[in-house]
T-cell receptor, first 113, second 114 residues
Framework: DGGITQSPKYLFRKEGQNVTLSCEQN?????MYWYRQDPGQGLRLIYYSQIVNDFQKGDIAEGYSVSREKKESFPLTVTSAQKNPTAFYLC????????????FGQGTRLTVV | DAKTTQPNSMESNEEEPVHLPCNHS???????IHWYRQLPSQGPEYVIHGLTSNVNNRMASLAIAEDRKSSTLILHRATLRDAAVYYC???????????????FGTGTRLTIIP
């Protein structure tokens, strides 16, 4: 079945460590997105990519980095520069055109202790 | 970027219709209106989208105002499984290279009363 997969579902890290969240899709979508969601809040855009080897900062990119070396994959690294990394992280993909739906993964809940 | 405004929360009785409003007064002519919903601890899922005309699918209906400055998501017969946060968003193109952001607001938390 086609879809978008995030792993792991839960992730624990010590403060000051970098951590990479995985996002893979087999929908042949060009566009991929990363969001952060805090408890009771909406989704905030971290980074997005419309094509391989290209990505753009979203609204809250500071302390995060991404890569897009393959169409299927868009990993997100939460660096030690991110002041408050504990959150629910969501990845999405889309064909990139505005009249089609976006698909979301099930999310990764990151807890930094 | 065009923005949307939704009520923070709404309640509805089970098995009754639900009308979820969304205001988007600065919408541009090429913005599609999309609705997604997010169940607890899950990623959002697509519900419906439209441009100018009203739209129906198996999940819901979308009513778009004639001036496109507002829209309403209609759940015809709410069930407990419809309890979720509903997001109304606009799909916008922000550059000449078609670099599109997919921006969400805070949505409406819908509670269904048994």
């Amino acid at each position: 079945d086609g879809g978008i997969t995030q792993s792991p579902k839960y992730l624990f890290r010590k403060e000051g460590q970098n951590v990479t969240l995985s996002c893979e899709q087999n929908l042949n979508h060009d566009a991929m997105y990363w969001y952060r969601q805090d408890p009771g809040q909406g989704l905030r855009l971290i980074y997005y990519s419309q094509i391989v080897n290209d990505f753009q900062k979203g609204d809250i990119a500071e302390g995060y980095s991404v890569s897009r070396e393959k169409k299927e994959s868009f990993p997100l690294t939460v660096t030690s520069a991110q002041k408050n990394p504990t959150a629910f992280y969501l990845c999405a993909s889309s064909t990139g055109t505005t009249n089609t739906e976006a698909f979301f993964g099930q999310g990764t809940r990151l807890t930094v202790v | 970027d065009a923005k949307t405004t939704q009520p923070n929360s709404m309640e509805s009785n089970e098995e009754e219709p639900v009308h979820l409003p969304c205001n988007h007064s600065t919408i541009s002519g090429t913005d599609y209106i999309h609705w997604y919903r997010q169940l607890p601890s899950q990623g959002p899922e697509y519900v419906i989208h439209g441009l100018t005309s009203n739209v129906n699918n198996r999940m819901a209906s979308l009513a778009i105002a004639e001036d496109r400055k507002s829209s309403t998501l209609i759940l015809h017969r709410a069930t407990l499984r419809d309890a979720a946060v509903y997001y109304c968003i606009l799909r916008d193109i922000i550059s000449n290279f078609g670099n599109e952001k997919l921006t969400f607001g805070t949505g409406t938390r819908l509670t269904i009363i048994p």
